[in-house]
């Protein structure tokens, strides 16, 4: 008994060292192993201040994943498979840890450098290629250098999104990457290079569906049908959903028509909207598919001029349903604004005060306080907006105080600051703006609010110097170029005034 208990045990400590037969599932066992305890060692760094000590621990953990698995070896094969290739996307991972903890130092400079040895080194591995890209660009654009970071993006759109073997499907950072550039191009006031890259990227989709099956049909389709809503082609986009309707299962057919009906809307063509959102509405999904379509419908029917059919949808997201979950905010606020736009402000001042005391920290709620206020405003009804406002402005700092959600904090602390500004505080507006911007940098939110105060404050009695000091902070940190843009114009046109 004892030594059959003696030679199971020798068999069992043997297996480790034999790799089960093969070299390279021990490699991989090591190399996994290896970026295992490298990333765990990163997860436990604090975020602030650096702990110079413990990142070294971490860092030395990730070189020695690559030097022990060395892409020469591993990672030069882009036909490889099977455990050799998993120790080489090991390998590359832990390259990819090992910039992303230079980011963590805001070494960012060093960060571009290891990431561009990621590039060479593991060019045969898209899994890993891809997001070194999409990294680089954060960083260089938190250096500044945008057409650089915009370059490195373009490189992403222009892959094939079938690139990837490892994924096993398509790379949805291709498709989301070109939304961006487009977004960025557009700001840039590029739209005809926002449209030529566009169009590329659809043709490669098309070419990536015609050749896919299953799975991967349906979720080419989705990207193709997003990037053609993108360009403005409501017809091919809904060309393609008509398509991938007809192969899509059963269970998912109500969504994609709610897809189809969003799309339809996004590409201007709110009467498509209208057919698609009703057959959603209709298909007999979940509460979440019916309702968002019934708010597809009612902002169908809004562009389509037809407010009263509007109204009448967003009732019946309200009426379906005892509690409509997230959808009520929404829908409310929207027949509100239909109702005061109609003239109703009786019915539309009910509505928003609702939404204000039944969900005081909903971003819509604060919009609706805003619209209560703006009205009397409009109406010229000067001493009562005053004192609403003022009322809104004390429950929006009652409420920063109260709740620590980042996002609460600056949707309110940005409504606030614009209530302040409409009822004449513009000091206490412009100190609000830059202090949310400070709090929260990096934010293109926060950075326009910035870019507002800075100007706000030039006017200001002894407000130049702070100006000045805060748009020279946007032209030099802001991580939106078009607010750096704008920053350094401010500064050129204030220079020229002198």
Not at 186 to 214: C, H, K, N, T, V
Request: hydrophobic share 45%.
């Amino acid at each position: 008994m004892r030594r059959a208990t003696f030679a199971t045990l020798a068999l069992l400590s043997a297996l480790p060292l034999s790799g089960c037969g093969d070299p390279a599932l021990w490699a991989r066992w090591q190399a996994e192993r290896g970026l295992f305890h490298a990333r765990a060692a990163a997860a436990k760094l604090p975020s602030h201040p650096v702990d110079d000590a413990a990142m070294r621990a971490a860092e030395a953990g990730a070189m020695r994943v690559m030097e022990q698995f060395p892409a020469a070896r591993w990672a030069d094969d882009p036909s490889a498979r099977g455990a050799g290739r998993q120790v080489g996307l090991a390998s590359g991972r832990a390259a990819l840890l090992l910039a992303e903890l230079a980011d963590r130092r805001n070494a960012d400079t060093l960060a571009v450098e290891r990431l561009r040895d990621v590039l060479r080194d593991y060019a045969a591995l898209p899994a890993i290629t891809i997001p070194a890209r999409l990294s680089m660009a954060s960083a260089l654009q938190r250096l500044g250098r945008f057409d650089e970071a915009l370059a490195v993006r373009e490189e992403v759109v222009a892959l094939d999104p079938m690139v990837d073997p490892d994924r096993r499907g398509p790379s949805p950072e291709v498709v989301e990457t070109a939304l961006r550039v487009a977004n960025e191009l557009r700001r840039r006031d590029l739209p005809e290079q926002a449209e030529q890259m566009l169009s590329g990227a659809a043709e490669r989709y098309a070419q990536a569906l015609a050749r896919a099956r299953g799975r991967d049909s349906l979720v080419l389709s989705d990207a193709l049908a997003l990037l053609h809503v993108t360009r403005g082609d409501a017809p091919s986009a809904l060309a393609v959903g008509r398509a991938a309707l007809a192969a899509a299962p059963a269970g998912e057919r109500g969504g994609r028509l709610l897809v189809m009906a969003q799309g339809a809307l996004d590409a201007g063509s709110p009467d498509s909207a209208v057919v698609y959102a009703r057959w959603a509405a209709g298909a007999g999904g979940s509460r979440r598919v019916t309702g968002l379509a019934l708010m597809a419908a009612a902002q169908a029917w809004e562009a389509l001029g037809e407010g009263d059919s509007a109204i009448t949808a967003y009732d019946a997201v309200l009426r379906r349903w005892a509690d409509p979950g997230v959808l009520g905010a929404p829908a409310h606020f929207q027949r509100a604004r239909l109702l005061e736009r109609r003239g109703d402000w009786l019915n539309a001042n009910a509505e928003y005060n609702a939404l204000v005391a039944s969900q005081p920290s909903h971003p819509l709620s604060f919009l609706a306080a805003q619209r209560i206020v703006r009205h009397h405003l409009n109406a010229g009804e000067t001493e009562l907006a005053r004192v609403q406002g003022e009322q809104v402005i004390d429950n929006l700092t009652h409420l920063l105080a109260s709740y620590r959600d980042d996002g609460v904090q600056r949707q309110a602390s940005l409504v606030r600051a614009d209530l302040l500004l409409e009822l004449g505080r513009i000091a206490d507006a412009e100190s609000s703006l830059v202090a949310l911007w400070r709090r929260f940098p990096g934010d293109s939110a926060t950075e326009d609010g910035a870019l507002r105060a800075a100007r706000l404050g030039a006017h200001l009695p002894g407000g130049r110097e702070r100006s000045t000091r805060v748009l020279v902070e946007l032209s030099r940190l802001a991580a939106d170029p078009v607010v750096r843009r704008s920053a350094a114009a401010a500064l050129q046109s204030a220079a020229s005034d002198d």
